[in-house]
């Protein structure tokens, strides 16, 4: 039997850091980065929304970091940034002025591909982004996230209504994503899936697949997806896998043994390159790794007030899994993608500490008045009338970008005056990190004007010595 080589995506420094918790240092990323390239490795996911939070907070321009990685790849890579449709890089709805904004600005900043999810799985709404992104001549990469509950698998045509969305409304994807984020999916769901998209697309579409939170349990579907036509799969690698993560390469390579095969992996080199990330994985601090054992949910709300509630009854933990499945239920089965998993949690707990939806979750609000689009089924009566109540919103019963509220901060020319306003100048990389973290932003800026200042000095200095 003929030996069947698929690609790879390396998720180590972009999801893997995020579900981990894990702060490295930018040259220690860029020093594997080129160990990596060793490899025969080429496709990495650079950046996504979380990590442009975290390396805000880090106080690193996530412009200037995506300019970085580009250089440190070289021309060959393939840069990947996964994005939410609707919201990029914000953790609100913001408007087309800023999307846009963002396509451009990382485009310019060296991404190749530009990865879009819908929280609701409503393929519609990738359009606007998917012509703005083909505008700036990336590759675009449409990501379906996979569902174990009712309505995904139990309605077997859902999954050709799903790629008849993306073709009814022209968004033009060069790769298909299907993304398992709970990390339980059956490998023959999977496959029947992967089956399923190959035959309505055809052969020579490229499709993708991965998992999160299923560890090297997520083994089985990967070889189901490969067995199915994938042509890539998303691996993180050495001390960067998890059970929070996407399966390790080095296991996935045992597993696979003689049939398949990673296209131009030199093995020899991986061998080094995973004793490097272990040699550095001895003093990492794993910040994450208490929150992700409540559920298998990609969330990082309450987590102090998780831990001291967990401390005095650790029965919590039962009830808010149940709950949850409850919330998922009554809120309209929409899947555990990453936004919606953290909604789910929130509520869950909201209602095992306080009562069933005695209180309401501010985004589950958004979500049960239309903000982010339709949900899959309906939603239970009773919570649109309390979501109505409690937010103090009209529902929106049009597109999402038509229901969005136009506060000042949502415009370019607000931040381009308060940037100038403050001395500093409104490029892409401050007005990019001015939107993230809002007023904050100047925290940043000024401990970079003064690093830059050191460095010039330190400069002069040199070079009064060699004269």
Known sequence: MAKHYIEVCDQSFGTSLELLGINLDTSFIFSALQMAKECGLSHFEALNKDRFFSLAKQKENPLHYLMSFQENCQLEANLQINAFSLAPFSNELISNEFIEFFVKAIAKSGATT???????????????????????????????????????????????????????????????YFLDTTGIIAPKKVYETIKEAKRLLGKEQFIRF??????????????????????????????????????????????FDKEVGIIDLNEQKLQEYSRYLFSKAANLKFNNCFLY?????????????????????????????????????????????????????????????????EI????????????????????????????????????????????????????????????????YEANDKNLFLAYLLQEECLDILQDSSLETLLHTLESLKKKENLE
């Open 114 to 176: 530009l990865g879009v999810y819908d929280i609701l799985n409503d393929m519609k709404n990738l359009q606007l982004i998917n012509f703005l992104a083909k505008d700036e001549g990336l590759l675009f990469e449409a990501i379906i996230f996979l569902d174990q509950e009712k309505n995904f698998f139990d309605d077997e045509s859902l999954i050709q209504k799903k790629l008849y969305q993306l073709l009814d409304h022209g968004i033009e994807f060069d790769s298909l």
């Open 360 to 423: 309401l979750d501010e985004k589950l609000c958004n979500i049960l008045l239309g903000y982010f689009g339709h949900t899959p089924i309906a939603i239970k009566p009773e919570l649109f009338e309390k979501a109505q109540k409690t937010s103090q919103k009209m529902p929106c019963f049009k597109e999402p970008f038509d229901c969005i509220v136009q506060k000042k901060e949502n415009s370019l020319k607000y931040w381009t005056l308060f940037l100038q306003e403050n001395g």
């Open 293 to 357: 054992t409540l559920a298998p949910f990609h969330t990082k709300l309450f987590l102090s007030e998780a831990k001291r509630v967990f401390q005095k009854d650790r029965t919590l933990f039962f009830k808010i899994l149940k709950a949850i499945q409850k919330v998922k239920k009554d809120c309209g089965y929409a899947p555990y993608s990453f936004e919606m998993s953290e909604i789910y949690w929130a509520q869950a707990f909201l209602n095992v500490m306080h009562g069933e939806y």
């Open 210 to 255: 991965g998992v999160l939170k299923g560890g090297n349990f997520g083994i089985a579907s990967y070889m189901g997806a490969v067995a199915a036509g994938a042509n890539s799969i998303d691996v993180s690698l050495g001390a960067l896998s998890s059970n929070l993560t996407s399966p390790s390469l080095e296991s996935l390579l045992l597993a």
